[in-house]
């Protein structure tokens, strides 16, 4: 499980400011979206066939790290908190663990900051930048109620109908502001939507179980091969 626990612990730690201050009275998330909790393995059947999306956090980053500057580009790396080996490593795993167990991905959509992007070309290999999942900035006017706001009309805006899975990566108070969620650093949530047009979370998987998961259908391939050899 790549020592989830230890990271999950330390992704909320750095986030501690900025959630204390939801918890103390202080900006409070957009919208609280059930979670149905499912198991990794039915999560893994549902994204197989499609129609789904995987909201995600940047993998994991620099410890110690720099700051982000908001007066620079977004897309300036020296400038802002950037993926650690572990991170880069952990994307590229996830990236090929996910093509070993063939869930169908569409569109990859990503905030412009260099750790989002870079978990997305690590992991699927492109990407396609989102201004709704660029990082808030409270120190402006895009607070995290904005960013939530945007993440939110972003998920409007997804198709329905469509065949293959949609990609966010974007950052902890986006997500949590969006819908109530808290993820740690390479973590994500598979949401579903609804007749109505209103989102469900199925459930959350740790990248440690992606491995995990793919071995388990490399198995059940090498097991259907040999029952058609007989």
Not at 10 to 21: E, I, M, V
Not at 22 to 43: C, H, I, K, Y
Not at 167 to 192: C, D, K, P, W
């Amino acid at each position: 499980m790549r020592f989830a626990v230890t990271f999950a612990s330390l992704a909320l730690a750095l986030a501690a400011p900025l959630l204390a201050q939801a918890a103390e009275g202080g900006p409070q998330p957009v919208a609280t979206l059930e979670n149905r909790d499912m198991s990794t393995g039915d999560l893994s059947e549902k994204l197989s066939a499609g129609g789904l999306v995987i909201l995600m956090r940047h993998e994991r980053t620099n410890v110690p790290s720099r700051g982000d500057d908001y007066s620079r580009p977004a897309n300036d790396c020296n400038a802002q908190r950037n993926l650690s080996p572990a991170g880069v490593a952990g994307a590229a795993e996830t990236g090929v663990a996910i093509r070993a167990i063939g869930w169908p991905i569409g569109r990859v959509l990503s905030s412009e900051m260099c750790r989002a992007t870079e978990t997305a070309r690590f992991i699927f290999g492109r990407y396609e930048i989102e201004p709704r999942l660029m990082h808030h900035d409270n120190t402006a006017e895009r607070t995290v109620t904005v960013a939530g706001k945007e993440m939110n009309a972003l998920l409007a805006d997804i198709p329905g109908d469509s065949k293959d899975n949609t990609v966010l990566v974007s950052h902890i108070g986006n997500i949590y502001f969006a819908t109530g969620m808290r993820l740690s650093e390479g973590e994500f949530a598979v949401l579903q939507r609804l007749p109505g047009g209103e989102y469900v979370i199925l459930g959350t998987f740790d990248p440690g179980y992606i491995g995990a998961e793919a071995r388990y259908v490399q198995y059940q391939a090498e097991q259907a091969a040999k029952a058609a050899a007989k």
